[in-house]
Antibody, heavy 119, light 108 residues
């Protein structure tokens, strides 16, 4: 069965970087695009960016351009998201989400990783 | 940017029908997807215009989309439907993905 297992919670200081990973299993890793979506405490969902693991191309939300990098390690079936220049407004749960093949919705999600930014 | 507007809250009695709306510029020309999220959990797809009903999702969930408003309809509402609901689209003009602000559905 499809599983997306994310790395554990992180506590970071303002200005630091956070890197969250998402290990995929149960399907052919390179075939499906992977996205990152975040959710600040008590707030809604916000798209961060995505990667095409096969072509190794990425697309980012304009809001995060220049501050976020999404990478993949095909040998480990893992996608990672690194966010730089953290501020308190980046405190959120970060989810990885698989895009349904040939479609424009997300069919499987990771469990979420809380990133807390605090001095 | 592409803005999707949802009402913050909707309340409904058990057994009744709930409607959650999602407004956007010419949203009728886009494919809209709906997710349910319960506290402390990841979102779950409950309806998409572009695919069969997700496995495990009951036929009580359906959707419509025309003009400037998309609607998620939940028939015969149950206590377990108490959750947040988000609409989502992909905007081809900007190649960006957008979510609505979310609607808290309260089952009275």
């Amino acid at each position: 069965q499809v599983q997306l297992v994310q790395s554990g919670a992180e506590l970071k200081k303002p200005g630091a970087s956070a890197k969250v990973s998402c290990k995929a299993s149960g399907y052919t890793f390179l075939v499906y695009f992977m996205h990152w979506v975040r959710q600040a405490p008590g707030q809604g969902l916000e798209w961060v960016g995505m990667i095409n693991p096969s072509a190794y191309t990425t697309s980012y939300a304009q809001k995060f351009q220049g501050r976020v990098t999404i990478t993949r390690d095909a040998s480990a079936s893992t996608v990672s998201m690194e966010l730089n220049g953290l501020g308190s407004e980046d405190t959120a749960v970060y989810f990885c989400a698989r895009q349904s093949k040939g479609r424009f919705h997300f069919d499987f999600w990771g469990q979420g990783t809380l990133v807390t930014v605090s001095a | 940017s592409y803005v999707l507007t949802q009402p913050p809250s909707v309340s409904v009695a058990p057994g009744q029908t709930a409607s959650v709306t999602c407004g956007g510029n010419d949203i009728g020309t886009k494919i809209v997807h709906w997710y349910q999220q319960k506290p402390g959990q990841a979102p779950v797809l409950v309806f998409s215009e572009e695919s069969d009903r997700p496995s495990g999702i009951l036929e009580r969930f359906s959707g419509s989309n025309s003009g400037y408003t998309a609607t998620l309809t939940i028939n015969r509402v149950e206590a377990g439907d108490d959750a947040d609901y988000y609409c989502q689209v992909w905007d081809d003009s900007s190649d960006q993905w957008w979510f609505g602000g979310g609607t808290k559905l309260t089952v009275l």
